[in-house]
């Protein structure tokens, strides 16, 4: 009698599932991997168009690769030789990095400052005039860079600029005038401008968006309290919407450390003056005017690596904050 007890639980394991639980399993299975499935094709074309031309990239710096290689076909690996090479060079710590690092501090404190003031004044706003001023930023947002760097660069225009012309008819600037391209400092001052033009409507958006989940309760308390705007601000706004700061922060960021067309369009950006590049600029001069397609690489290289550093670093510590409250 117990022996017959004992060997029910082995027969029910070698026994096929029912087919009602193979049912279940397939239906699970099918569940689990289905949004694979239908993120499969989007992540091929991806990685076919991203992942690809990093790779190369990487390949060539890690080569003397010029014209002579492009035409005979042959590779030619000097292996850490250019990254040697670009870490000893003191133009890369003198102007080049400075130049990158410096203009995107202002740039994107610039972008994220005058992005959320635009979006305090749209939360006032009823909604007819709130969607005809979100109309009328989205404009300079749609703007493309190159159109945007070509108004700027007539407005500061030497000769016949707007600006020139306030400046001398207040009697501030003499009749020769002044070459604001000329100067490194007023050179990025106008850059981070036109930057700051074409970043901020997608800030006052994005941060406006946040700004409309905040519950009016929240500041209603603060006003009990006697909490300022300054304070309701800083302790209400800014903690409630903290991730929509990261988000646009970092994005800005991105953005701003590989700036190419708003630098190399203005005059002297594309060569004429080497005060002003950065590393963009930098990296397709040594490419395509020099012809070092494999120092080239090496420099976009170290900008992918900056941006990741900065990237990572930022990330981490917005969690580590989260995490301690």
């Known amino acids: 009698m117990s022996a017959a007890v004992g060997t029910r639980p082995t027969a029910a394991r070698d026994d096929p599932p029912p087919p009602r639980r193979r049912g279940r399993t397939s239906a699970r299975s099918v569940r689990r991997w289905l949004p694979w499935g239908l993120l499969a094709p989007g992540l091929l074309v991806i990685g076919g168009l991203l992942l690809f031309p990093l790779g190369r990239v990487v390949w060539l710096s890690f080569q003397h690769y010029d014209l002579r290689n492009i035409y005979t076909g042959e590779t030619d690996y000097n292996w850490g030789a250019n990254y040697l090479e670009l870490l000893t060079e003191p133009y890369l710590w003198k102007v080049v990095l400075p130049n990158t690092v410096v203009f995107a501090v202002f740039a994107v404190g610039g972008t994220v400052v005058v992005g959320t003031l635009v979006a305090l004044l749209l939360r006032t706003l009823g909604p007819v005039a709130r969607t005809i001023v979100i109309s009328c930023v989205m404009v300079a947002w749609a703007m493309p860079a190159v159109t945007g760097t070509y108004v700027w660069i007539w407005i500061f225009d030497v000769d016949r600029g707007v600006v020139r012309n306030a400046l001398t008819t207040l009697g501030l600037l003499g009749p020769d005038g002044f070459n604001w391209f000329a100067d490194r400092l007023w050179f990025y001052a106008i850059v981070v401008l036109n930057v700051i033009h074409h970043g901020f409507p997608f800030v006052a958006v994005t941060v406006l968006a946040g700004l409309l989940t905040i519950p009016r309760e929240l500041y209603e308390a603060a006003l009990i309290d006697g909490a300022g705007a300054w304070q309701r601000f800083w302790y209400v706004t800014v903690p409630t ?85």
């Open 241 to 325: 919407i903290r991730p929509v700061f990261a988000v646009v922060t970092i994005l800005s960021t991105i953005w701003d450390f590989k700036v190419f067309a708003q630098v190399y369009l203005m005059p002297g950006g594309s060569g004429g003056n080497q005060e002003v590049f950065n590393l963009g600029v930098w990296s397709y001069i040594r490419s395509f005017s020099h012809q070092s397609y494999g120092m080239g690489s090496a420099i976009a290289v170290m900008l992918t690596l900056l941006l990741l550093a900065i990237t990572i670093a930022y990330v981490r510590a917005l969690f580590r904050e989260d995490e301690l409250r």
